[in-house]
Nanobody, 121 residues
């Protein structure tokens, strides 16, 4: 079994900061890409930021310059530092990992349970 456990969501005023964390645990051999996605009610899940095993990052245009993604490979953990938060950043954020559980196994996608971020104006 593989679990992704998120933490760090909550309520913050506009202009404030939050740091999300997501730790992958269980039988893990190799983690390729980790990232954060968001999903508002009635909408599809959208990319916020990703980071691959070479530390190459990718961001949604709406968060560039405000959010920073990083990872700790030794801990199989990904972080999202969210600065200059806006009310429109309010949504549920989901952690994602593309990983393989053992040598010779295929890479598969795993998701966290989601963490709510609410930004008040």
């Amino acid at each position: 079994q593989v679990q992704l456990v998120e933490s760090g969501g909550g309520l913050v005023q506009a202009g404030g900061s939050l740091r999300l964390s997501c730790a992958a645990s269980g039988r893990i051999f190799s983690v390729r890409t980790m990232g954060w996605y968001c999903q508002a009610p009635g909408r599809q899940r959208e990319l916020v930021a990703t980071i691959d095993d070479g530390s190459t990052t990718n961001y949604a245009d709406s968060v560039k310059g405000r959010f920073t993604i990083s990872r700790d490979n030794a801990k199989n953990t990904v972080y999202l530092q969210m600065n200059s938060l806006k009310p429109e950043d309010t949504t549920v954020y989901y952690c994602h990992a593309n990983l393989k559980r053992a040598p010779g196994w295929p890479y598969s996608d795993y998701w966290g349970q989601g963490t709510q971020v609410t930004v008040s104006s």
